[in-house]
T-cell receptor
Framework: DSGVTQTPKHLITATGQRVTLRCSPR?????VYWYQQSLDQGLQFLIQ???????AKGNILERFSAQQFPDLHSELNLSSLELGDSALYFC??????????????FGPGTRLTVL | EDKVVQSPLSLVVHEGDTVTLNCSYE??????LLWYKQEKKAPTFLFML????IEKKSGRLSSILDKKELFSILNITATQTGDSAVYLC????????????FGKGTRLSVIA
């Protein structure tokens, strides 16, 4: 158990819909990262939040957005869903602010299926 | 742009064999190299390598980094069926508080 929690585990929805994925980082971690993993793309970075602020953006579509709340949990919002958005979405956390090196620990993921 | 290349992409071995997985990287302001194991779920952290030539070990797994040649290897000795997984490597840069760029991974299958 990495200490990172994600809900829900599975999500099945229809094209055009909107969903919200939730992540709680490990206790003390200030950074939250969202990654997407589809069969043909491998693990792709979407977006990072650090202590409530957006820190880095990767290949995140405009239909997707995220935020990190004062208690450091994060939500990833996916809207106008398309079939190609079906994937595993992982959240990872790291960086207590005091460590010189910061490995990332991954949550169990949310498997999104768009029908 | 950060680049990570892993080889081989897939590998099938018999239980008891020893395997070596390779990871080469190009990243600005390199800080460390991370190895993960991914079975049918989330990647689990294996090693963080920060210094060249210093081997890290955990049971039958070991890993070493060469910062001059920009590569790392992960060795697994006396493989077991439970070692079957995708092994991913990712360099970190700057403060380490940065997103990971993963290689495509090496899919290891261990046959009984």
């Amino acid at each position: 158990d990495s200490g990172v929690t994600q809900t829900p585990k599975h999500l099945i929805t229809a094209t055009g819909q909107r969903v919200t994925l939730r992540c709680s980082p490990r206790s003390g971690d200030l950074s939250v990262y969202w990654y997407q993993q589809s069969l043909d793309q491998g693990l792709q970075f979407l977006i990072q939040y650090y202590n409530g602020e957006e820190r880095a953006k990767g290949n995140i579509l405009e239909r997707f957005s995220a935020q990190q709340f004062p208690d450091l949990h994060s939500e990833l919002n996916l809207s106008s869903l398309e079939l190609g958005d079906s994937a595993l979405y992982f959240c990872a956390s790291s960086f207590t602010g005091t460590s010189f090196y910061n490995e990332q620990f991954f949550g169990p993921g949310t498997r999104l299926t768009v029908l | 742009e950060d680049k990570v290349v892993q080889s081989p992409l897939s590998l099938v071995v018999h239980e008891g064999d020893t395997v070596t997985l390779n990871c080469s990287y190009e990243v600005t302001n390199f800080r460390s190299l991370l190895w993960y194991k991914q079975e049918k779920k989330a990647p689990t952290f294996l090693f963080m390598l920060t210094s060249s030539g210093i081997e890290k070990k955990s049971g039958r797994l070991s890993s070493i980094l060469d910062k001059k040649e920009l590569f790392s290897i992960l060795n697994i000795t006396a493989t077991q069926t439970g070692d079957s997984a995708v092994y991913l490597c990712a360099p970190t840069r700057d403060s380490g508080n940065t997103p990971l760029v993963f290689g495509k991974g090496t899919r290891l299958s261990v046959i009984a």
